[in-house]
């Protein structure tokens, strides 16, 4: 039997923290890969609302999991890293669903590109039990390096397969939780390539209701936080790439696409990944929900105005506004990149 033939092992970590309305669905659609060979590690970050009850009857070798009190998302991923010797891992929110191939697909790559570090996937949003939105745009390693030198993550964090040893020596910055993967990705995409598959394996739940909740303001300061410090890992000065620091009441104006994470962009992404596979009519559905959030935002009518325009006119929109990018000096890993 050759290496090729011989199933590396995948470790799937499920950060949890009161999510039981949805967490056994979560663990199911791990549990129900067509992938078998997994370390399925579910670490409850102090849940209050029972949440490990929901999966007590499950019975399968593949599943363990350890409790921790409540010291955040970052430090219950540091745990679980240090429990497995896997080849690979990958992330599933506890209140998210990886789809049936998701982790196949994303093996097979890595195992095709053993310089990679990490393989994405496009992902769709679940808004009360009604998937929205597919993305399944692929990125080239050329690619995802131009989206970490414009300080942009190549695609959504959770939706990463990552290979664990080129990255066991990163781990998740505990002072930062709610953006730990922006600053986790960025600092993984200095030093390695990455890659995006073009399809829609994960669904990313969004809770409307919610939304507000989130403490939008002080997302908004670690999210400025992450920028400065790969700022300064790269020689620049913070203050000419993002500006000066926001003073008092900057933040008190947030406006809808702060308060939730700008999901209007991924409704727009999705409208111009469908269009480019001829997939008008569920583009112009699509253009639709993001509408529905907030009817009277003209951001929120973008999507819409994109699945209507033609490609043209809106190719010309789009390459008005270029993001300042921010780059540093090319690594061993990077030079050899294929």
Request: proline fraction near 7%; include cysteine; hydrophobic fraction near 35%.
């Amino acid at each position: 039997m050759s290496s090729r033939d011989v199933q590396p092992l995948v470790a799937v970590i499920l950060p949890l923290f009161n999510a039981r309305p949805y967490f056994r669905a979560a663990v199911e659609s791990v549990l129900n890969q067509t992938y078998r060979e997994l370390d399925v590690i579910v670490v409850d970050d102090g849940s209050t609302d029972g949440s490990l009850e929901v999966i007590s009857d499950i019975r399968d070798s593949r599943l363990r999991t350890v409790r921790q009190p409540n010291s955040g998302k970052p430090v219950a991923m540091n745990l679980a890293l240090s429990m497995t010797d896997a080849e690979f891992y990958a992330i599933n929110d506890a209140d998210d669903l990886s789809h049936p191939e998701r982790i196949q697909r994303q093996v097979d790559c890595l195992r095709r590109n053993s310089d990679v570090a990490a393989v994405f996937s496009g992902h769709d949003i679940i808004v009360s039990n009604q998937r929205h939105a597919p993305q399944f745009r692929p990125r080239t390693r050329e690619e995802c390096r131009e989206e970490i030198e414009c300080l942009r993550m190549p695609a959504h964090d959770p939706t990463a397969l990552w290979r664990l040893s080129m990255v066991r020596h990163f781990s998740y910055e505990p002072s930062l939780p709610g953006v730990e993967g922006y600053d986790y990705i960025l600092r993984v995409g200095e030093q390695f390539p990455m890659l995006v598959l073009g399809e829609c394996l994960y669904s990313y739940r969004v809770h409307p209701d919610s939304i507000t909740k989130r403490a939008p303001v002080e997302r908004e300061r670690r999210v400025r936080e992450v920028l400065r410090r790969a700022c300064e890992r790269r020689g620049a000065n913070p203050e000419e790439v993002l500006g000066p620091a926001p003073g008092p009441g900057t933040y008190s104006r947030l406006r809808n696409r702060d308060l939730d994470n700008n999901l209007a962009a991924h409704f727009i992404e999705s409208v111009l990944d469908l269009r480019s596979h001829g997939r008008v009519m569920e583009a112009i559905r699509t253009g639709i929900a993001c509408g529905k959030f907030h009817p009277t935002d003209p951001h929120y009518l973008k999507a819409l105005a994109y699945a209507l325009l033609p490609s043209g006119f809106i190719a010309k929109v789009r390459s008005r506004k270029k993001p300042k990018s921010v780059s540093w000096p090319t690594t061993p890993a990077m030079a050899h990149a294929g």
